[in-house]
């Protein structure tokens, strides 16, 4: 059976990464940036690194690093696959501003109708463009976004013209694009820096999906959350597990064979799955808050407005060498596709 869950590591890396025993067992580090308590931690990467272990009959050996206890930023881990620090590493490449810029077609506010078939359609994309393209300096193992984006703040957000002059932490270009747009000062930061900085009063809220909350008490710290009723989101995130290519490549073929088996394009829509499952038990966690949900209506105007936001990544993409108006129409099949 593949594998469904998937867990976040974090940590420093000073060494090389794969090490192959005498009897060609592997040992593989995770690093993330998520803390342990986190539901991608928690829920998916500790009962995914026990499924790798048990499929290969103990002889991979996944160690998990949460938290950035390896070192680092959550904007390095990327670099830390890339360059052989660790093995493998869970991180958004949305904290990578500009440098994977066919990704960001998944992130475009409105795009995503649900997790699970944007995950399958972001995996689709993987395969055939952007493992050779963008993701060439690893191996992306799976590929998936999260559920619906949910605006959290101080004071209500009841309609568009509330957002105005809110200092709004956003994950990635896209979206601190997208807040600037609807009237607010985009401030662009990884998720653990949210709970300082409002605290801090550095911001007034923070945009990310209800699974998310509770592992940094974000119901604690802010009273309001404005949902959408829409039939797609106001935004998502994109992530990936990537592994560092010599380390792949030094696999028995056998290991690896039984790594590929557990990851994949089934493993990245289990996850995106899975992320959008846990929204509904954070999001009761926040009961006792103020939560809104906007009318059709006025989701609408926010989907209106968000308009611009293509128009200036269509124009990123010719400057970056490809056609964004063909790569957005692409990615709205393959969700269909993937439906």
Do not use: C
Request: proline residues 6%; negative net charge.
């Amino acid at each position: 059976m593949k594998p469904i869950f998937t867990a976040l590591l974090a940590g420093a890396a000073f060494a090389t990464t794969a090490t192959v025993a005498a009897a060609q067992d592997v040992k593989l580090r995770v690093h993330h940036f998520l803390p342990e308590r986190a539901s991608l931690h928690a829920q998916f990467l500790v009962p995914w690194a026990e499924q790798v272990e048990a499929a290969s009959v103990g002889k991979i050996d996944i160690e998990l690093f949460a938290a950035m206890s390896l070192g680092g930023r959550p904007g390095d881990l990327y670099d830390q696959a890339a360059d052989g620090a660790v093995d493998i590493i869970l991180t958004l490449p949305g904290y990578t501003s500009g440098r994977f810029n066919q990704t960001e077609v998944f992130e475009l506010p409105f795009m995503m109708p649900n997790s699970k078939a944007s995950a399958g359609a972001f995996w689709d994309m993987i395969e055939s463009d952007l493992q050779d393209g963008e993701y060439d300096e690893t191996q992306i193992l799976a590929g998936w976004v999260h559920g619906p984006g949910v605006i959290h703040t101080k004071e209500p957000v009841e309609k568009l013209e509330d957002l105005a002059g809110m200092e709004m932490r956003g994950p990635t270009r896209i979206i601190t694009d997208l807040l600037g747009e609807y009237g607010a000062t985009p401030v662009g930061m990884p998720l653990p820096a949210i709970p300082e900085n409002i605290s801090k009063g550095v911001i007034s809220g923070a945009v990310v999906p209800w699974e998310v909350v509770p592992s940094i008490k974000l119901q604690e710290l802010v009273t309001n959350h404005t949902e959408f009723d829409s039939d797609t989101a106001l935004y998502t995130a994109t992530f990936v597990l990537a592994m560092n290519l010599d380390s792949y490549d030094a696999m028995p073929d056998d290991l690896r064979a039984i790594l590929d088996a557990e990851t994949g394009k089934a493993l990245s829509m289990n996850v995106g799955q899975m992320m959008s499952d846990w929204d509904a038990p954070s999001r009761e966690i926040s009961q006792g808050n103020n939560i809104i949900t906007l009318s059709a209506e006025e989701s609408a105007r926010w989907k209106d407005a968000a308009q611009p936001v293509y128009d200036r990544w269509i124009e990123r993409a010719a400057d970056e060498g490809f056609d964004g108006t063909t790569t957005i129409a692409k990615a709205q099949e393959l969700i269909q596709a993937n439906m």
